[in-house]
């Protein structure tokens, strides 16, 4: 664990989750970012008091665990929202069904909401969405959150726990951020979000020849916030390391305004 700075990206990561545009088509459930973006036009210092939160805890290194923390940081910095569980694990008997992500209370209307997050990036291939992890799939990641998280709240012995803490939950409500790499074909399902971020991809031994920076993990959700004063390297440079490390890298290029993989020749079979 790190404790995070004071400084600019936790103000831009978190502007960033506030406005960026959902990653998935929410319908039938609803879309936490709705609320979030709602309390920050209500109230525009929301993110830098989001941030000073932010910089007093402790923050994951691993990069899901810290996009739940910025939510987290979000909702108990809002006047409008109200943390009121995170992380609740639900057990029948011996057996443990899962965990709720977060409950909201939204204060204006009094409703108690289950929120499922997601921060996910997926390339397109025709037979699949594949994350840089090929073993991580879109499909998979959807029919997850749809089938299981989401309808978890209302199982019975979820309504039994949250009945003894004298809760009720009135509704559930989706999360996601991330990006879509596209290259040559994708499969339609499952439903994107109409405006969803967008990259490129491509296998390394088909590069042009460009001027390049790898975006460490970190800085995925916002690549244009990374490191201006890495170094960029040439193609030929960037091929032998990309298939060193066996995996995708995110890069930034002289010539794409949008961030973009490099995949190696064993991608996504490996």
Same mark, same amino acid.
């Given at each position: ?6 400084? @600019?990206?936790?103000? *831009? ?19 936490? $970012? ?19 939160? =932010? ?22 910095? %809002?006047? *409008? ?16 069904? $899962? ?9 204006? %209307? @009094? ?5 499922? =997050?997601?921060?996910?990036? /997926?390339? @397109? ?5 594949? *994350? ?20 978890? %709240? =209302?199982?019975?012995? %979820? ?6 803490? $004298? ?10 951020? @991330?990006?879509?790499? /596209? ?57 032998? /390391? ?29």
């Amino acid at each position: 664990m790190i404790t995070a700075p004071v400084n @600019g990206s936790l103000h *831009g990561q978190l502007s960033w989750l506030v406005q960026a545009p959902s990653l998935l088509a929410c319908p039938p459930y609803a879309d936490a $970012g709705l609320q979030l973006q709602r309390e920050w036009q209500r109230d525009p210092g929301l993110i830098n008091r989001a941030a000073e939160w =932010l910089a007093e805890t402790s923050q994951p290194q691993r990069l899901g665990l810290a996009f739940e923390q910025w939510v987290a940081a979000l909702v108990c910095a %809002s006047e *409008g929202l109200e943390l009121v569980e995170r992380n609740l694990p639900i057990r029948d008997g011996q057996t443990t069904l $899962g965990e709720l992500d977060m409950l909201v209370r939204d204060l204006e %209307s @009094g409703k108690l909401w289950h929120w499922e =997050l997601a921060l996910k990036f /997926y390339l @397109g291939t025709p037979e699949q969405w594949y *994350g840089p992890n090929s073993r991580d799939t879109l499909e998979r990641k959807h029919k997850h959150l749809f089938e299981q998280q989401l309808p978890r %709240s =209302l199982l019975p012995a %979820s309504r039994k726990l949250l009945a003894q803490r $004298g809760l009720k939950v009135n509704g559930q409500a989706l999360l996601t951020r @991330g990006r879509l790499f /596209y290259r040559n074909g994708h499969p339609e399902e499952p439903l994107r979000h109409p405006h969803h971020e967008r990259g490129w991809w491509l296998p390394a031994r088909t590069l042009p020849q460009q001027r390049w920076r790898i975006i460490e993990k970190k800085n995925w959700p916002t690549p244009s916030m990374s490191d201006k004063s890495t170094t960029f390297i040439d193609t030929p440079e960037l091929i032998d /390391y990309v298939e060193a490390q066996s995996r995708p890298l995110m890069v930034c290029s002289t010539l794409r305004p949008e961030p973009g993989f490099i995949v190696p020749v064993s991608w996504p079979h490996a």
